[in-house]
């Protein structure tokens, strides 16, 4: 079903024309964008992880939401910016350039039908400053448009009570936060028997870190042999299912925010 893990009355793409003509809050509906990648995940997880986050996190905080507050979710993006899995076979990689304009020019379509808050909703953790730079642009362009860049794990949740030290530290590709998910959202994708525990390797500053406060540009090739950064090994379907859970309370509150600002 092309609506996947959106509930059927919560995706956009099966309004009409004339649906969204005669929308009468159309100035506080809150459309949300999920943004995914389709780019290696180890040799455990299909490409597709990123995009089936935002999507299936997605679907469940529309599925809790108060049906009386209106909300759509536009077609999962699938494709993101992944250059640094650069590689690693079937890895889909958009330019910066390319990412903004598609996102730019979907949110002016949606502006000029009238809607005026807009979630950038995304996964993949090599693209948030692209999110942030066109959120501002466009602010700059419609200042009546509301729009926010926003990563799907920030939202208030338990994941990280759910990790080992050292994962919440090195776990940020394929490890055991991304795999216990995809063990909620599509099991079947998992294959568990190839599962593997790697952290980063040749990192060698104690300062200098991959994703910290003083970052570093790195490629997964030179950090990881089989394109996982965590230890995927521990992941379990019951941590999936909390996360899920707990993501989704989450993005409940962030969108009723986003409705009422
Ligand atoms: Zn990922």
Do not use: C
Not at 72 to 101: Q, R
Not at 158 to 184: F, Q, V
Not at 212 to 229: C, D, H
């Amino acid at each position: 079903m092309i609506h996947g893990f959106i509930p059927p009355e919560r995706f956009f793409a099966y309004l009409t024309w004339q649906d969204i003509e005669m929308m009468t809050e159309k100035e506080n509906t809150v459309i949300i964008q999920p943004i995914g990648a389709i780019e290696q995940h180890g040799y455990h997880l299909p490409l597709i992880v990123d995009a089936a986050i935002s999507q299936g996190v997605l679907g469940k905080a529309l599925s809790l939401l108060n049906p009386t507050i209106p909300a759509y979710s536009l077609p999962t993006l699938y494709y993101g910016k992944s250059n640094e899995h650069d590689g690693f076979a079937g890895t889909i990689s958009l330019s910066a350039h390319t990412l903004y304009s598609l996102i730019e020019e979907t949110v002016i379509s949606i502006y000029q039908a009238g809607f005026r808050k807009l979630i950038l909703m995304n996964s993949h953790g090599g693209q948030p400053q692209i999110m942030e730079i066109i959120a501002r642009d466009l602010h700059q362009k419609f200042p009546d448009l509301s729009i926010f860049p926003l990563f799907t794990w920030k939202v208030p949740n338990i994941t990280n009570e759910l990790l080992t030290p050292e994962e919440k530290e090195l776990g940020i590709h394929a490890g055991d936060a991304e795999t216990s998910l995809m063990l909620a959202l599509l099991p079947h994708q998992v294959k568990m028997d190839l599962a593997v525990k790697e952290y980063p390797r040749n990192l060698s500053s104690n300062l200098l870190s991959m994703e910290g406060n003083l970052p570093f540009a790195w490629l997964t090739r030179e950090v990881s042999e089989t394109g996982v950064m965590g230890d995927a090994t521990v992941a379990t379907q019951e941590k999936g299912y909390q996360i899920l859970a707990s993501l989704a309370q989450g993005w409940v509150k962030v969108i009723e925010e986003v409705y009422q600002f």
